[in-house]
């Protein structure tokens, strides 16, 4: 057994059956150990190794399990980068494989020498370690993925070619040798009891209570929904935690933040207490303000509790043995204005997205393209968005129910995960749909390479539905309405304009199907065949670049400010002012505040 065949053995031993990866001689004795391995486990090939590393994000993501990743010395770990900063930031468990030249070669600017226990020091920070000699293992693989377990986080085991062609002896019963054994124990850290009565003494004062939960109250989506009914809360949702609870519950105001929606900002507006359910929702603007609101922290990490706000009691733990031990020492608050109040801002906010839907726009507004898929969701979807805007009517239009799942690069926001994510959910779960919804700026960027990886490997799905929605608006779109709205400056086209690019055509060439949508009337049946077809499938949306992602914050004063650069940057655009845009997102955001007593204000064509 050659050191190459003892990894993947280690690796099944662990129970991983797929391995994220792009060949590379760095790794030949690897190569050559899958083939002696029949394939097991399975080496699913991308179209780059930054896919790859993304893939194991969004395997890790939708699996629960740790994603594993793998690739050649030199320019193939460079790539794996990006994709390991995602799963980083977004507290993934992933582990990454990468060759190195031989030891000999070592230090002698040899051909794809990069030092890469210095260039992953960083992504791998809590556990990043060279194999130079066969005793290493299996101790170096077990804690890697151990580590990736516990802390949810990337770790990284380098193997020098010449070491991977060894014949493995493992440690024996002897000095500085480190033996190892399989598995990660289960474990729901709690607080202490004195800690736990401080927060409910905090609770049970408020009147007026709002609830955040992220990602790391996923496994409490029961305790949530009791402490939720309890305390008489509204409940608002981090992006990455938008799968916890369902977007049916009528206090659930939805996602939270520059792309969230009014009842959540209002939500935290107007509350008097705060408790945050394993999140680390960065922004604390969207928070109340410092000196508003008594508030309680749970959270499993002790090095994530007391950020973004001045959290009176911290419990640091499990979420769910968290609310079980908190519950009993809370008493029930009637459901009173407080909740009656974001229940209908919550109800009028979803009438709101539809008015928005219909508004017309040329030729077709992405917003009715996502609200037109949520009445055609399968209760067990699992959907990835692409950072842009895009990523905005995903967290605005779409509610996500019964076992749906759903996520995003949360955190480092990086464009191009959003169909690598959905092919790792595909083999996370080959039984069930994914959809990607991307927008035209990262289709380019990587989607439609990673579309040959979904021909590759579609007969092995027993749902065959992997379906990636373009809005293509010929616009790298968010990043024009940022310009727009942060510093008044019209689209520069040079750095913002897109190519238009025939995606349904490209994927038809493949073995895939699609279709290209320019009229709202063929929308719903497109959503309709794509969600009836036997492989993979892209819908080309033409979507019109012009309909803004207003932040839920926003006052006229501030569409105001992207209207007008519109207008000076783009005259075929200025007739859309004159004809009534203030009248407009009026109707469109009613209940937003604005002042009327400005010249001009009551008239939609007067000075606006």
């Known amino acids: 057994m050659k050191v190459s065949d003892f990894i993947l053995q280690r690796l099944r031993e662990w129970g991983v059956e797929h391995v994220f990866a792009y060949p590379g001689d760095g790794i030949n004795g690897l190569l050559a150990a899958w083939g002696r391995a029949d394939d097991t486990p399975q080496f699913v090939q991308s179209r780059h190794e930054e896919m790859s590393a993304f893939q194991a994000v969004g395997y890790a ?7 594993v990743c793998a690739a050649t010395s030199g320019p193939g770990a460079i790539h794996l980068l990006n994709g390991l900063y995602d799963a980083k930031l977004d507290h993934v468990p992933v582990v990454a494989i990468v060759g190195q030249t031989n030891r000999s070669a070592m230090g002698g600017s040899y051909q794809q020498e990069v030092d890469l226990l210095s260039l992953y020091k960083d992504v791998a920070g809590d556990y990043c370690e060279m194999v130079t000699v066969p005793e290493q293992l299996p101790n170096v693989i077990d804690r890697a993925i151990r580590t990736a377990y516990a802390k949810r986080t990337v770790t990284a085991v380098i193997i020098p070619a010449d070491v991977q062609e060894l014949d493995y002896t ?99 507006q107007d509350c008097d207490t705060l408790l945050v359910i394993g999140s680390s929702f960065p922004y604390t603007q969207f928070l109340p303000k410092l000196d508003q609101a008594r508030a309680v922290q749970i959270d499993i990490d002790p090095f994530m509790v007391g950020l973004r706000y001045p959290f009176e009691v911290n419990l640091v733990g499990d ?80 509610r996500l129910r019964g076992s749906m799942r759903g996520s995003l690069s949360g955190t480092l926001a990086s464009m191009g995960p959003g169909v690598p994510y959905a092919i790792g959910a595909k083999f ?112 080309d949306f033409r979507t019109d670049p012009a309909v803004p992602p207003i932040p839920p914050h926003a006052d006229l004063d501030q569409i105001e400010a992207a209207a007008s650069a519109i207008v000076k940057g783009d005259s075929d655009r200025a007739g859309m002012i004159r004809q009534g845009f203030k009248a407009k997102v009026q109707e469109m955001l009613p209940g937003h505040r604005h002042r009327d007593d400005r010249p001009g204000a009551g008239d939609p064509d007067g000075g606006r």
């Open 170 to 268: 493992p440690p024996g019963h002897a000095f500085k040798m480190v033996p190892s054994s399989l598995g990660v124990a289960d474990y729901a850290p709690l607080p202490s009891p004195e800690a736990v009565a401080r927060a409910a003494a905090v609770l049970e004062a408020g009147e007026k209570v709002a609830i955040l939960v992220g990602q790391g109250a996923r496994g409490a989506r029961e305790e949530v929904e009791q402490i939720a009914d309890l305390l008489g809360a509204g409940v608002a949702k981090a992006l990455l935690g938008k799968d916890v609870l369902s977007d049916e519950l009528p206090y659930v105001t939805g996602s939270i933040g520059l792309l969230g929606t009014r009842p959540s900002y209002e939500l935290m």
């Open 319 to 398: 979420a769910r043995q968290t609310l079980r031990a908190l519950m009993p020492r809370l008493t029930a608050k009637k459901h009173g204005a407080w909740r009656e109040k974001i229940e209908k801002d919550t109800a009028r906010w979803w009438e709101v997205m539809q008015r928005r839907a219909a508004v017309d726009a040329d030729p077709i507004n992405p917003e009715y393209v996502v609200h037109a898929l949520d009445a055609l969701l399968p209760d067990n979807a699992i959907l990835a968005a692409d950072s842009g805007s895009s990523a905005n009517w995903y967290a605005r239009h779409l």
């Open 428 to 539: 996370a779960h080959p039984d069930r749909p994914a959809i990607a919804l991307v927008g035209d700026g990262a289709m380019q960027m990587n989607g439609m390479a990673e579309l040959v990886t979904a021909a590759k490997y579609r007969h092995q799905w027993e749902d065959p539905r992997l379906i990636v929605a373009v809005l293509n608006n010929l616009d790298l779109n968010q990043v024009t309405w940022e310009m727009r709205a942060m510093t008044g400056a019209p689209q520069f086209l040079p750095s913002q304009s897109l190519p238009d690019v025939a995606y349904a055509d490209f994927a038809r060439s493949v073995g895939l199907d699609g279709v290209r949508v320019e009229k709202p009337a063929d929308v719903e049946s497109a959503w309709q065949r794509a969600l009836a077809a036997d492989r993979p499938f892209v819908i």
């Open 61 to 67: 993501k939708f699996s629960g399990k740790v994603g």
